[in-house]
């Protein structure tokens, strides 16, 4: 198996943010396809291996290039920025105001399904917020301006964290 | 994973929650976020005329030992001075409340917290 340069041109896309998500699923199924382990003779220990190896290559592929967020933090990891490393000097006061703000909102959503009513606003709020800072990334990469790119990273994790607790707490409200 | 009987405590029981006036020059403010977590911070300590922290209050959005982290850290620098407040590690704060490696984390950013209120009060006095 050739070790593909990076996961963008495994799928045989244009390493960006913008992506063609039909053209990552499509890819992602027939690379999967191809190498499915039963298309492996049975007793070649080695190429039984490889192709489990493989798919566990296209597997976490897949999952990064899909979401938005891990895609963002991916691209900046393909320019050796560290997301994972984060310091206080990197969160502007404005960020984490706008966090403070949206959690309290959140907070103050009344309990049970009263609250749902409260909630779906935030969310298309925090919808909003991520496509803003989504374009502000691709315009910060563009520039090849890593640093403004990988603040803006932190932001939409943020962004993103809240809006999955939400998701959770719509659920639990539903009694899922 | 199990949490310490002194996070539960904490964070069933915050201490010194709330918010002080930020304009008054004798509070400082520290705002402080860990984004893969998800985690904001806010401490505020306020000041006297001998440079003792009277008052300290927090809000802390996040998992149970960034609450238990910040809430302790309110307790421990009440009556002291801002050079005994900054000497406080973060380390201090994981050993007394047990925070496993996973989540020691946390009490790093409670650090960090209670040294930008630190910086954000000598600043404002200075000026």
Same mark, same amino acid.
């Given at each position: 198996m050739q070790v593909p340069e990076d996961y963008f041109s495994l799928f045989s896309l244009?390493?960006?943010?913008?992506?063609?998500k039909n053209a990552l699923a499509a890819n992602f199924r027939a690379l999967q396809k191809e190498n499915h $382990?039963?298309? !492996?003779?049975?007793? +070649?220990e080695q190429a039984k291996l490889l192709a489990v190896q493989k798919s566990s290559l296209l597997n976490d592929a897949y999952a990064t290039l899909k979401s938005p967020l891990a895609r963002a933090g991916y691209l900046l990891t393909l320019q050796? !920025? +560290?997301?994972e490393g984060v310091s206080q000097? +990197?969160?502007d006061m404005a960020v984490l105001m706008e966090q403070m703000e949206l959690r309290e909102k959140v907070a103050e959503a009344p309990a049970g399904e009263a609250g749902l009513a409260v909630l779906l606003p935030i969310k298309r709020d925090i919808q909003s917020r991520i496509e803003t800072r989504e374009q502000r990334f691709v315009a910060n990469l563009e520039a090849d301006d890593l640093s403004s790119a990988k603040r803006v990273f932190h932001e939409l994790q943020f962004l993103h964290k809240l809006f999955q607790e939400i998701e959770v707490s719509e659920e639990k409200r539903l009694g899922y | 994973m199990a949490y310490s009987d002194k996070v539960i405590d904490h964070y069933e029981n $915050?201490?010194? !929650?709330g918010k002080m006036d930020d304009t008054d020059l004798n509070v400082g403010t520290g705002m402080v976020g860990a984004p893969a977590c998800g985690d904001v911070m806010r401490l505020q300590i306020k000041v006297n005329a001998d440079g003792v922290i009277e008052d300290a209050k927090f809000k802390t959005y996040g998992c149970g030992s960034a609450i238990a982290s910040s809430s302790l850290l309110t307790e421990w620098v009440k009556g002291r001075s801002l050079d005994e407040a900054t000497a406080i590690k973060n380390s201090d704060i994981a050993e007394e409340l047990g925070l496993p490696p996973v989540k020691i984390h946390c009490s790093v950013l409670a650090e960090d917290a209670i040294k930008a209120a630190i910086a954000d009060v000598k600043a404002k006095r200075g000026a």
């Amino acid at each position: 198996m050739q070790v593909p340069e990076d996961y963008f041109s495994l799928f045989s896309l244009e390493r960006r943010f913008a992506i063609d998500k039909n053209a990552l699923a499509a890819n992602f199924r027939a690379l999967q396809k191809e190498n499915h $382990p039963d298309k !492996v003779a049975a007793d +070649d220990e080695q190429a039984k291996l490889l192709a489990v190896q493989k798919s566990s290559l296209l597997n976490d592929a897949y999952a990064t290039l899909k979401s938005p967020l891990a895609r963002a933090g991916y691209l900046l990891t393909l320019q050796g !920025v +560290d997301v994972e490393g984060v310091s206080q000097d +990197d969160l502007d006061m404005a960020v984490l105001m706008e966090q403070m703000e949206l959690r309290e909102k959140v907070a103050e959503a009344p309990a049970g399904e009263a609250g749902l009513a409260v909630l779906l606003p935030i969310k298309r709020d925090i919808q909003s917020r991520i496509e803003t800072r989504e374009q502000r990334f691709v315009a910060n990469l563009e520039a090849d301006d890593l640093s403004s790119a990988k603040r803006v990273f932190h932001e939409l994790q943020f962004l993103h964290k809240l809006f999955q607790e939400i998701e959770v707490s719509e659920e639990k409200r539903l009694g899922y | 994973m199990a949490y310490s009987d002194k996070v539960i405590d904490h964070y069933e029981n $915050p201490r010194n !929650v709330g918010k002080m006036d930020d304009t008054d020059l004798n509070v400082g403010t520290g705002m402080v976020g860990a984004p893969a977590c998800g985690d904001v911070m806010r401490l505020q300590i306020k000041v006297n005329a001998d440079g003792v922290i009277e008052d300290a209050k927090f809000k802390t959005y996040g998992c149970g030992s960034a609450i238990a982290s910040s809430s302790l850290l309110t307790e421990w620098v009440k009556g002291r001075s801002l050079d005994e407040a900054t000497a406080i590690k973060n380390s201090d704060i994981a050993e007394e409340l047990g925070l496993p490696p996973v989540k020691i984390h946390c009490s790093v950013l409670a650090e960090d917290a209670i040294k930008a209120a630190i910086a954000d009060v000598k600043a404002k006095r200075g000026a």
